[in-house]
């Protein structure tokens, strides 16, 4: 009885320390399973959030040609002139005249000093003589001369004339016109006809259209 007495609280220290080491193993094996449950779900992030950042820039670049295209659309924008003997290509903002008289097409180029006219049109009588009577109906500052050059139109050399000053057209209830400008084209047509296509207007008015004047001879094409 008295062995018994001495080694009973022995024995009760051991099963106690047992039983802390049991509770204690589950606790840290939970702990572990917790890591690798919690530790894989950062990785699935990390590529999704590359790919977000990849994707926007491309979305970027993608959009700028449109920009670009719709740019070139309004730049080349023209209308189809079809005339008996040759075609052009005019601006699509210019305003086409329905059923002109005396001449084939007719555009109204409109600007801040007045509108101008540009004309079409064949005829004979030779390039000098046409030359010459457009120049008459100029009073040119002293000092003043047309100036001319060439042209190529669709493998055509073409004459272009440039005149400046007060012009008298001629025409019925029209009078002089101070700060004129006539900017004309005579392209050969036939050995006896040319077409003429002819801008006449204040002189502010021709040169905001000059470039697109120019360009207008130039898409002309023979049939």
């Given at each position: 009885m008295?062995?018994?007495a001495?080694?009973?609280p022995?024995?009760?220290?051991?099963v106690?320390?047992?039983?802390?080491v049991?509770?204690?193993?589950?606790?840290?094996?939970?702990?572990?399973?917790?890591k690798?449950?919690t530790?894989?779900?950062?990785?699935?992030?990390?590529p999704?959030?590359?790919?977000?950042?990849?994707a926007?820039?491309?979305?970027e670049e993608?959009?700028?040609p449109?920009?670009?295209?719709?740019?070139?659309?309004?730049?080349?924008s023209?209308a189809n002139?079809d005339l008996?003997g040759m075609t052009f290509?005019a601006?699509?903002d210019?305003?086409?005249?329905?059923?002109?008289?005396?001449?084939?097409?007719?555009?109204?180029?409109?600007g801040?000093?007045?509108?101008a006219?540009?004309?079409?049109?064949p005829?004979?009588?030779g390039?000098?003589a046409?030359?010459?009577?457009w120049?008459?109906?100029?009073k040119m500052?002293?000092?003043d001369?047309?100036?001319?050059?060439?042209?190529?139109?669709?493998?055509?050399?073409?004459?272009m004339?440039d005149?400046?000053?007060t012009?008298?057209s001629?025409?019925?209830?029209?009078?002089p016109?101070?700060?004129?400008?006539?900017?004309?084209?005579i392209?050969?047509?036939?050995?006896?006809?040319?077409?003429?296509?002819?801008?006449?207007?204040?002189?502010?008015?021709?040169?905001a259209h000059?470039?697109?004047?120019?360009?207008?001879?130039k898409?002309?094409?023979?049939?």
């Amino acid at each position: 009885m008295l062995l018994h007495a001495r080694f009973l609280p022995v024995a009760t220290l051991c099963v106690a320390a047992l039983i802390c080491v049991g509770c204690g193993e589950p606790a840290q094996t939970g702990s572990a399973t917790e890591k690798l449950n919690t530790a894989p779900s950062l990785e699935p992030e990390t590529p999704q959030a590359a790919a977000s950042e990849t994707a926007e820039p491309a979305k970027e670049e993608a959009a700028a040609p449109k920009t670009d295209a719709a740019d070139s659309n309004e730049t080349t924008s023209t209308a189809n002139v079809d005339l008996k003997g040759m075609t052009f290509a005019a601006p699509a903002d210019w305003n086409r005249e329905a059923n002109p008289f005396f001449v084939e097409a007719k555009f109204i180029l409109p600007g801040e000093d007045g509108d101008a006219e540009l004309t079409i049109m064949p005829a004979g009588g030779g390039k000098q003589a046409n030359i010459d009577r457009w120049i008459g109906q100029f009073k040119m500052a002293d000092g003043d001369e047309p100036a001319m050059s060439e042209i190529d139109v669709d493998s055509k050399t073409a004459t272009m004339v440039d005149i400046r000053g007060t012009f008298n057209s001629g025409r019925p209830g029209k009078g002089p016109a101070e700060n004129y400008r006539m900017l004309a084209f005579i392209i050969p047509f036939s050995a006896s006809d040319d077409y003429f296509v002819k801008a006449t207007g204040p002189q502010g008015t021709i040169a905001a259209h000059e470039d697109a004047i120019v360009k207008f001879a130039k898409t002309g094409k023979l049939k």
